[in-house]
């Protein structure tokens, strides 16, 4: 069974630009959750999906969003990149809703700004 | 408020020792996952606890819902074993909230 994947692996942007993550979870998942991992800083909860709907968002700007799609898959955008928005973008899938179903995550995809 | 501590921050031990991991929450949760985190960022999930013990090969898994803590253990150590632990709980608003991590070395 083919895991949670994630692409790219690795980016350059420049301040002020956009970007889009994508994120595949495992078949039969529905839930799909983004995590930020700046460097020097633990995991922080950004976004869940589930059923293509946005069902909680964690404490960051408007300018963080994503979507789901019919097939579950899942996109992370970032407009007006700043520094500070440098991570790892970990996307995590579950086959249940919410935080009490075991999660899995996929590679990440490490984002630098410059 | 609801937070979430690991303890230690860093522990280095000999290959072999058995290893004990902390973590403490500050209030009633659903449910309490143990990951596992590689040099290069891959996460993996060891555990999902909401009560007692699971066990898989050389770890082990507690969590005393009175007392609000939970501890990983590692029987038997190995220098593979050496990565970041980091507990993560979901205090029933449906996201996981995270520790800060317990960067584990293990001297062969």
């Known amino acids: 069974e083919a895991g949670v994947t994630q692409s790219p692996t690795h980016l350059i942007k420049t301040r002020g630009q956009q970007v889009t993550l994508r994120c595949s979870p495992i078949s039969g998942h529905t839930s799909v959750y983004w995590y930020q991992q700046a460097l020097g800083l633990g995991l922080q909860f950004l976004l869940w999906y589930d059923e293509g709907e946005e069902r909680n968002r964690g404490n960051f700007p408007p300018r963080f969003s994503g979507r789901q799609f019919p097939n579950y898959s899942s996109e992370l955008n970032v407009n007006a990149l700043e520094l500070e928005d440098s991570a790892l973008y970990l996307c995590a899938s579950s086959i249940l809703a919410g935080g009490g179903s075991e999660q899995y995550f996929g590679p990440g995809t490490r984002l630098t700004v410059t | ?108």
Not at chain 2, 3 to 30: D, K, M, R, W
Request: with cysteine; charged share 15%; net charge positive.
């Open chain 2, 1 to 108: 408020k609801n937070e979430v501590e690991q303890s230690p921050q860093n522990l280095t031990a000999q290959e072999g020792e058995f290893i004990t991991i902390n973590c403490s929450y500050s209030v009633g949760i659903s449910a309490l996952h143990w990951l596992q985190q590689h040099p290069g960022g891959g996460i993996v999930s060891l555990f999902m606890l909401s009560s007692g013990k699971k066990k898989h090969g050389r770890l082990i898994a507690t969590i005393n819902i009175q007392e609000k803590h939970s501890s990983l253990h590692i029987t038997a150590s190995h220098p593979r074993d050496s990565a970041v632990y980091i507990c993560a709980v979901n205090f029933g608003n449906e996201k996981l909230t995270f520790g800060t991590g317990t960067r584990l070395t293990i001297i062969p």
